[in-house]
């Protein structure tokens, strides 16, 4: 059963991936909509700027970006420690950190794609109708006094009309067979 369980996941995922992305194109009209709405304001904001002060703008942000670039960088450069020792086990607890990230997000992974895979068992039952008798199943759990009150209103009028038809069949005998066991004798004796 496990060899099954194996094979289905992967295409439960599936089923759960394609569900996903079904509910995220249902937003895409909503989300076309409010573009619409929001495009000719946008369109008119362009218009209006002056391409000079845009221009004065963009200037200033990239020598902005320059001078912390370089007092970054010098301070990088200044700081920099020139023992190899030091350096070395610097690299190794770098190696060791990423060993460490690349395990977590792979367990991260892991589970996401089990959640995924859940979602898409459930999608499938529901798309086959499942969920409803489960739904049922689990009233029966939680209410089982009322569920067995209806169960034998609605058997009584079944027995009844099954009476009249058991009382002209006559009743069948079952016959138990035995297994042979000749080959388990036989296997028993050439060891």
């Known amino acids: 059963m496990a060899i099954i369980d194996e094979l289905r996941t992967p295409l439960y995922f599936a089923a759960g991936t394609a569900d996903l992305a079904v509910q995220q194109a249902k937003k895409v009209p909503g989300l076309i909509e409010q573009i619409a709405a929001e495009a000719p304001a946008r369109i008119d904001a362009v218009r209006n700027t002056d391409p000079k002060a845009v221009q004065e703008k963009v200037t200033a942000q990239a020598k902005e970006a320059q001078a912390t670039v370089q007092s970054k960088f010098a301070d990088v450069v200044g700081g920099l420690d020139t023992d ?14 990423g060993v460490g990230v690349a395990a977590e997000y792979a367990v991260k992974a892991r589970e996401k ?6 979602h898409g068992e459930e999608a499938v ?3 086959r109708g499942e969920v409803a008798e489960e ?14 009150a ?32 000749k080959k388990a004798a036989v296997a028993a004796e050439k060891e």
């Not at 190899?84 to 950190?97: F, I, M, S, V, Y």
């Not at 739904?135 to 067995?148: G, R």
């Open 84 to 97: 190899l020792k030091k350096l070395g086990e610097t690299a190794q607890d770098l190696a060791l950190r």
């Open 150 to 181: 209806e169960e034998t209103k609605a058997e009584e009028p079944v027995e009844a009309a099954a009476q009249p038809a058991e009382a002209k069949k006559p009743a069948r005998k079952t016959i138990a067979r035995k297994a042979p066991a």
């Open 135 to 148: 739904i049922v199943e689990i009233a029966v759990v939680v209410e089982p006094e009322e569920a067995k």
């Open 113 to 118: 794609y089990e959640e995924v895979a859940a």
């Open 125 to 127: 039952k529901a798309w």
